[in-house]
């Protein structure tokens, strides 16, 4: 089976469509995959280290106001879409994937208009506008989050499927993840990342932690993107911290191997993303959360809602996030080892696993 993905941007984009294409290469042989996305985008840095081919195409996001800049965005849509077509007439994939973000506009809709089987992913419980304009062209829509629904207009295209979560995330042990982190297995762990980006507020409160940690007896594996790191390591060394790879902070500005992390974290403190959320719920892991106060309609904040609902996280805003509140969360949580395995509990009951088997058996009969 030949399968073009495409989606992009972020992180939450790209790990949705690597997560269907590694859980279709398990499931088929002779799978064939390729991914499209762009050269500004995480995925040109993600899918070749992931051994994907990955062609890239001209597109940007539309603004939203009448401009120039309007015209200009249009004009490089129309070479995105030529683009599309000549990879298209190369590829000549089974079926076209699109899971968010706005290069996946004119590549879905290519091949939708040349009848070749075509699905969407949306992760949020608010889609983005390149999956609401694609749903009247493709066959099918799969959505994460029921509330979703509402925004698609054709009932019988969507389906709920939850969110594809890799299956190296599924299956890693403990014990291999100690191994490959090269990391303590004696002392909890505490999981710190911003979405894929990484977040300065979520840094700057994070390094207040850093002094307190051997007192509460933990380690802290602190991912900070790669645009604060810098930042964040000058930071360390002012506090007498060094060697950040080893000791009880491990500071790192992005994880390629994300499965081994979530393997040992005993508590994660990050944004509230789906696809992180899909990831985090999937292992059961317990979560402080400090939503992107940006994301649009707030869609963060509803997601990490959720989880604090239903027991599984604690929720800080992004503008009362302070290093001692965060403090005084982190040791209220591990003073009483039953809040933390409760809250693990709540957390695997809202991880959805079977996402991954889900979408393989739509895009099966699709191409069928
Ligand atoms: C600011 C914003 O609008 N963010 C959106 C974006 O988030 P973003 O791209 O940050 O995505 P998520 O937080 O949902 O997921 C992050 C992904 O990156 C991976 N990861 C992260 C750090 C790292 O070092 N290594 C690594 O592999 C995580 O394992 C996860 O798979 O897409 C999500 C899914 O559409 C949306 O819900 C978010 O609201």
Known sequence: MKVLISGGGT?????????????????????????????????????????????????????????????????????????????????????????????????VLTASLRKIPTLIHEQNAYPGITNR?????????????GDAKKYFHSEEKTILTGNPVRLEILKKTKKEALKELGINGDKKLILVFGGSRGAESINRSVIELYDKIKDLDLQLLHITGKKGYE?????????????????????????????????????????????????????????????????????????????????????????????????????TLFQDENKLLIMSRASKNLGKPEALDNLVKIIRNLTM
């Open 133 to 145: 304009l694609l749903a009247r062209f493709v066959d099918k829509v799969a959505l994460s989050n």
């Open 11 to 107: 992180g939450g984009h790209i790990y949705p469509g690597l997560a269907i294409a590694k859980g279709l290469e398990d499931k088929f042989d002779n799978t064939d995959i390729l991914f499209v996305g762009t050269e500004k985008g995480l995925e040109s840095d993600i899918i070749p280290k992931e051994g994907y081919d990955l062609k890239t195409i001209t597109v940007e996001g539309l603004p939203r106001k009448i401009s120039l800049k309007l015209f200009k965005s249009f004009l490089k849509t129309g070479l995105g879409i030529l683009e599309s077509r000549s990879i298209i007439k190369s590829f000549k994939p089974d079926i076209v994937i699109g899971t968010g973000g706005y290069v996946c506009g004119p590549v």
């Open 231 to 331: 930042s964040v390591i000058q930071k360390a060394e002012s506090m007498g911290i060094k060697g950040v790879e080893v000791g009880d902070i491990i500071i790192k500005p992005y994880l390629y191997n994300m499965s081994a992390a979530l393997a040992v974290a005993d508590l994660v403190i990050s944004r509230a993303g789906a696809t992180g959320l899909a990831e985090i719920t999937a292992c059961g892991i317990p979560a402080i959360l400090i939503p992107y106060p940006y994301a649009s309609e707030n869609h963060q904040e509803y997601n990490a809602r959720s989880l604090e609902n239903n027991g599984a996280a604690k929720v800080i805003l992004d503008n009362e996030l302070t290093g001692k509140k965060l403090y005084d969360l982190v040791s």
